[in-house]
């Protein structure tokens, strides 16, 4: 029994590469830990609405290829991220702009809420003058001189540090490098050319990803103890679940991972650390609850970090109200612990310089094609890990 590939992981690297791989009369067999496919995109059904398992996902993209193949495998809706901050029971909306200068100072031109923005950058620079400093010596200093007081009191500093754990005044100024402010009257959080969510949910994306490719869940690599062949191929013993064929044996000719890098190598050179979040999700008997998909909530005094309301990304004007219900995710920014779900990396010295190693011993591997947000420690959004399954197969074929 023999496959061309041995992917891990289900998610939108390894489902990319396996579409490809079938579609070039390549033969895969996708493997994934968890009891559904999709990795971080997956979505559940509840009371009828696609809710975003892993955090609410927006797919925006100005890469004209990625936007293309995905609306080839299924149409995408017109959903459009205005996320809003709740401060003190009051709504503001983001991205920084003119409605959210409107709402905090009452201006009405640009020109107002550049001045009115001006006069508040030029009093943290006099603050840290004073202070005897010459550059913001933390987070608090920097988005003062960014964005001034009044925005980084309201819309940053409680948000911020119930993501990070820590006061805004003991993280390093290097977090926010830039904080753009429009003096537009513009919600739409992106810039990109396009944006939406797949129609039907994330889940129709990955089975059409998929298509082609048989499928193993609830199987972590490990438990396959692949061994390495005399010519360079992998093998391993046929598990139970797979039923196509007879044989004791299966024979692949690479493996594409997409799981943890340092997990791979067994954490022979140390572990990587990640931030996480959890979401607790709620069904609720009103149609409508918030009025909106993504609301954060930037006062400190609120242990969460944001409600997403998910019938929002597919249900638009009226169509909301033919639910009877809602569902609704708080999601909690926390330390993360080794056997918790990992979500973000940590791209600060000791892990990029651990990664850097783990990757080289990666580039060392003979057979194994290493990517996705995992397995390159690297935060990457939906489109840019599609590019990046696109590139390492054709890199395959060149
Ligand atoms: P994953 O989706 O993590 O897939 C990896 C898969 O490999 C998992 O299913 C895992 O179970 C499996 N696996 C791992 N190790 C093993 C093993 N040893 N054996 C078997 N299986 C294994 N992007 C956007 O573009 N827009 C957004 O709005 C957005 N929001 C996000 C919100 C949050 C909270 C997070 C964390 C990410 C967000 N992203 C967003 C990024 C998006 O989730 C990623 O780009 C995408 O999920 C990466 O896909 P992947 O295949 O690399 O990884």
Redesign the pocket.
């Known amino acids: 029994m023999k496959y061309d590939y041995l992917i ?7 489902a990319t590469f396996a579409y490809l791989a079938h579609k070039a009369g390549k033969s895969c067999l996708v ?4 009891k559904h496919t999709g ?3 997956h979505c559940e059904r509840i009371a009828d609405i696609n809710v975003h398992s ?7 993209t100005s890469d004209e290829e990625v936007w293309q193949f995905v609306n080839s495998l299924v149409p995408f809706n017109r959903f459009t991220n205005c996320p809003l901050a709740l401060y003190r029971g009051k709504l503001y909306n983001l991205p920084f702009n003119m409605n959210t200068f409107c709402q905090m100072w009452g201006v009405t031109t640009p020109a107002e809420a550049l001045s009115k923005l001006s006069i508040q950058r030029a009093e943290a620079a006099r603050e840290l003058k004073a202070a005897g400093a010459t550059e913001p010596r933390n987070l608090e200093e920097q988005a003062k001189l960014l964005v001034g007081g009044d925005v980084y009191e309201r819309l940053i500093k409680g948000y911020t540090e119930k993501q990070w754990g820590r006061e805004c005044k003991q993280l390093p100024a290097f977090i926010i490098k830039r904080l753009p402010v429009r003096f537009t009257f513009n919600n739409n959080y992106f810039n990109d050319a396009h944006q939406g969510i797949p129609k039907g949910g994330y889940n129709v994306l990955i089975d059409e990803l998929l298509k082609g490719a048989d499928v193993l869940l609830r ?4 438990e396959l103890d692949c061994r390495k062949t005399k010519s360079g191929t992998w093998q391993f013993h046929r598990p139970a679940m797979l039923t196509c064929s007879a044989d004791d044996t299966v024979e692949v000719g690479k493996i594409v991972y ?3 890098i340092d ?1 791979y190598f067994d954490y022979r050179l140390g572990k990587l650390e990640y931030r996480s ?1 959890h979401l607790q999700t709620e069904v609720m008997d009103t149609p409508n609850y918030q009025g909106n998909a993504v609301v954060n909530y930037t006062d400190a005094s609120v242990p969460f970090t944001r409600i997403i309301e998910h019938k929002h990304f597919e249900m638009f004007g009226d169509e909301v109200y033919r639910n009877p219900k809602t569902v609704v995710s708080r999601e909690f920014s926390e330390e993360w612990q080794p056997g918790m779900e990992p ?2 990396p940590v791209n600060d010295e000791r892990n990029n310089r651990l990664a850097d190693k783990y990757r080289e011993l990666a580039a060392r591997q003979e057979n194994v094609i290493f990517g ?3 397995a390159e420690y690297r935060y ?4 840019p ?1 599609i590019r990046r399954a696109m590139e390492a197969f054709k890199q395959q074929n060149v």
């Open positions: 891990v992981g289900s998610g939108l690297f390894g493997i994934d830990q968890r990795g971080n995109v892993y955090g609410a996902h927006i797919f925006h199987t972590p690599l490990h997409s799981g943890a997990e979040i979500y973000y996705g947000r995992l990457y959004d939906m489109a890990v």
